[in-house]
């Protein structure tokens, strides 16, 4: 079993930056595949950003492609998300979640096995 916290959410201007943190609990973290999507209101869940397997292979929507940038540290087992550049389309709660199966269709919700309870990301114009 594995429990997944994230953190670190807010209000912020449009042009400013957020960090998100996620921290995993339980079996090991290391190997997995972490992901980062995104809920807006009246709008579906999107994928944000990948840490693919181990060694944090990064991917990337192409709507936060050179803004966002996702990394870990396996020994803390913890995520992050550092938001720049923000914009208003960028308002959503955001979720962090793992995939024990390192899914080449990363992109995909279904995939993941475990979810956070997410973080709202506010985004003033």
């Known amino acids: 079993q594995v429990q997944l916290a994230e953190s670190g959410g807010g209000l912020v201007q449009a042009g400013g930056s957020l960090k998100l943190s996620c921290a995993a609990s339980?079996?090991?973290?290391?190997?997995?595949?972490m992901g980062w999507f995104r809920q807006a209101p009246g709008k579906e869940r999107e994928f944000v950003a990948a840490?693919?397997?181990?060694?944090?292979?990064?991917a990337y929507a192409d709507s936060v492609k050179g803004r966002f940038t996702i990394s870990r540290d396996n020994t803390k087992k913890m995520v992050y998300l550092q938001m720049n550049s923000l914009k208003p389309d960028d308002t959503a709660v955001y979720y962090c979640?793992?995939?024990?199966?390192?899914?080449?269709?990363?992109?995909?919700?279904?995939?993941?096995?475990?979810w956070g309870q997410g973080t709202q990301v506010t985004v003033s114009s």
């Open positions: 979640a793992g995939d024990l199966n390192n899914s080449n269709n990363y992109y995909l919700s279904h995939v993941y096995d475990y």
């Open positions: 339980g079996r090991t973290f290391f190997g997995y595949t």
């Open positions: 840490s693919r397997r181990a060694f944090g292979v990064p």
